[in-house]
């Protein structure tokens, strides 16, 4: 018998919470000013990048270029 050993992919994991603040400090943002220049509470970004809050993270994707699948893939 002939046992074929099939190669599991790796899970993808979210993104560091430092690689999300660094992409949007690339992208010319601050997480404060970014919540203030979409009308959230200044803190209302950190809240996302602890747990899920679907339309914040959306913008955050938005604001970075990415889905927000793949910074986040275990939420989605």
Do not use: N
Request: aromatic share 10%; with cysteine; glycine share 2%.
């Amino acid at each position: 018998m002939v046992k074929h050993r099939i190669k599991k992919q790796p899970a993808r994991q979210d993104w560091h919470k430092a690689d999300i603040k660094a992409a949007l400090e690339k992208a010319g943002w601050s997480l404060s000013r970014f919540c203030r220049a979409h009308q959230y509470s200044r803190h209302s970004a950190s809240v996302a990048l602890k747990m899920p809050w679907p339309k914040m993270e959306r913008l955050i994707a938005d604001a970075i270029g990415v889905a927000p699948q793949d910074i986040w893939p275990s939420r989605y």
